[in-house]
């Protein structure tokens, strides 16, 4: 169930929130897969807020099919990829810009927010700190990456990203790209996960989770997010 509500132009974004406390906590924007907000991206948004972080997921296709939860099957993938091509890339981000100013001003959260995303949502992390309106970003496993490719020149906070070494959609000149953009900085980073492709950090993709590389990148987030957005030691 989707518990929280974003104003965004034109529209009410139903989004879930988890991780609220009476102490702020650090913030994150969990950017959803080409799949929904479904159990997936909740499973992963509970994990960040047992870690100690205020998630929000937005609902991105609201303007397409509010509250769409879709499985794994063919037929369900066959329909997340006809609605991700419907997506409007500008207003695209200006619901994710949306969603972050919302939850820097909730009371649970402390003002700090990254942007970490999935698929889809790996992209919409990259263009959260293209855009300038997160303290810190990550990606895994992001599509489309050529199409681009210049504009990650412009990375403007600390990001993390994440790969599979197999993934058929970030093979080596992918890779080489990404790699190439965490290079900019000392404040960036790029992992490549060994023997995990696509989807590897979902545990409900069962022909695509890779247990392993999804507790080394867990692992790693928290890391990244200590040390970038807090809670601070």
Known sequence: MLNEKVEVEGAMMGAYLTGASSEPRPGIILLQ???GVNNAMKIAADAFARDGYVVLAPDIFHRIRPGIQLGYTESERDQAIGYWGQLD????????MASVEKLKNHTSCTGKVAALGFCLGGKLALFS???GYVD???SFYPVTVPQYKDELTKLSCPVQIHLGDVDQHTPPEIQDILRAAAGQSSSHEYYLHEGA???FYNPVRSFGYHPQAAADAHA???RFLRKTIGPFA
């Open 136 to 138: 810190a970003a990550v």
């Open 33 to 35: 897969e080409i799949f």
């Open 197 to 199: 492709g696509h989807g």
């Open 89 to 96: 890339d500008a207003q695209t981000q200006a619901d994710v």
């Open 220 to 222: 790693a987030v928290l």
């Open 129 to 131: 700190s293209i855009g």
